[in-house]
């Protein structure tokens, strides 16, 4: 299909457009894209603002076609994940792309960057077995992370207003499930621990009522980790009550900073987070190709980002085909 970019003029005005292939310079790799995920958080909010963009993206699978001739540990035919934006061909520094665990679908690798957004929440949680985890909102992030925190030993109460993903989470591994538009997941949580309130919580929805909820539902001194993408002002969130009374301690994750909790510095690199959760899934541990709800042509990029604007329960990973 030549070179080509997802352009988004402004306010749900995307397209594909052409543009010039870049010259191979030192130290650089050619990929051709194979899949392309879209986020359903940062991205979207793009799609629904007024800022011009072009090239954005998220997470990439491709195929290396061309390498510069300092380049010695990369090779042509190899399969590799990493971020070069939502474009047919990307021209990168041949240390930002990764290699495919062999055996591995590509597909899988679109995961690679919400899979450390999720285990970033879950590191930030500082979790230990038999911790009594509240996980807010599953929709990919949020299922991965309820997975994550199983496999750390945590007992978890996965929490949503979509009966799907509940059922989704309780297969990952949940102990418990609430449905947010019928039963207060405070009340459950402390229910399920004798009165005395989940030991964290992650935020994962990017919604201020579940946030607030979040913090109602974890016990004193515990932990809640704000992980969801917040926008606007912040209606639904009271911290006059059990936030100050149960002094409880608010901390942001967000994958791209410094490492997501005080031990970890020093050890735990944006980097080594993203390979670790690649290596979960490359050993089986994590298995992410069934939240794949969509794959969808590169051509078709505004009808991919539409599916995603419905905010239809059945929606979770839109992937691009190119």
Sequence with gaps: ?????????????????????????????????RYSGISAGTELTLFRGSNPLVGFGYEEVGEIVEVAEDVADRHPGQLVWGIWGHRAEGVVPAG??????????????????????ALTAVLAGDLHL?????????????????????????????????????????????????DAGVDSAAAVLHEATGGRGADVCLELSGAYPALHEAIRATTHAGRVV??????????????????HHNRIQLVAAQVSGPAPAPGLAGRWSGARIAHTFMDLVAEGSVDPLPLVSHVVDARAVADALALLDRGAGDVLQVVLRF
């Design 96 to 117: 930002a792309v990764n290699p495919l665990a062999p055996g591995l679908d590509p597909l899988a690798a679109v995961f690679a960057r919400p899979g450390a957004i």
């Design 130 to 178: 038999g911790d009594w985890v509240g996980i807010f909102g599953q929709g990919v992030i949020g299922l991965l992370a309820t997975r994550l925190a199983s496999l750390s030993g945590a007992r978890v109460v996965a929490v949503d207003r979509v009966p799907a993903r509940l059922e989704r989470a309780a297969r990952l591994g949940a102990r418990r499930t609430v």
């Design 226 to 243: 704000a992980a969801g993408f917040y926008q606007g002002h912040a209606d639904g969130l009271g911290l006059g009550e059990e936030f």
């Design 1 to 33: 299909m030549g070179n080509w970019v997802v352009s988004l003029a402004g306010p749900r005005r995307v397209s594909l457009e052409p543009c010039p292939t870049d010259p191979l310079g030192p130290g650089q790799v050619r990929v051709r894209t």
